[in-house]
Nanobody, 117 residues
Framework: QVQFVESGGGLVQAGTALRLSCRVS????????MGWFRQAPGKQRELVAA???????TYADAVKGRFTISRDNAKNTVYLQMDSLKPEDTAVYYC???????????WGQGTQVTVSS
């Protein structure tokens, strides 16, 4: 059973930055495409960024140019650097394995990000 443990969220002001981390318990982590998802109150969970096993990245339009996804295969960890945060970025953020743009595994507890204006 793959497990995802997210951390790094918090309450911040608009315009500031946060760095999220996700530790993944998977023997073949380096071979996985990983993604960060978020779910705001009353909204569906959405994929905001993904990184392939070769390091290719994709981003949702809403975060392009502000968020950066990266990975450290030696640490089985994927990161999300979030700059120039906006109140509309407020959500619970989750990481997961991604396949064809869809989450593949069970969800972790997520990490809450709250951006005040």
């Amino acid at each position: 059973q793959v497990q995802f443990v997210e951390s790094g969220g918090g309450l911040v002001q608009a315009g500031t930055a946060l760095r999220l981390s996700c530790r993944v318990s998977h023997k073949w982590f380096a071979a996985l495409t990983m993604g960060w998802f978020r779910q705001a109150p009353g909204k569906q969970r959405e994929l905001v960024a993904a990184i392939s096993r070769l390091g290719s990245t994709t981003y949702a339009d809403a975060v392009k140019g502000r968020f950066t996804i990266s990975r450290d295969n030696a640490k089985n960890t994927v990161y999300l650097q979030m700059d120039s945060l906006k109140p509309e970025d407020t959500a619970v953020y989750y990481c997961n394995q991604v396949e064809n743009g869809v989450a593949r595994g069970s969800w972790g507890q997520g990490t809450q990000v709250t951006v005040s204006s």
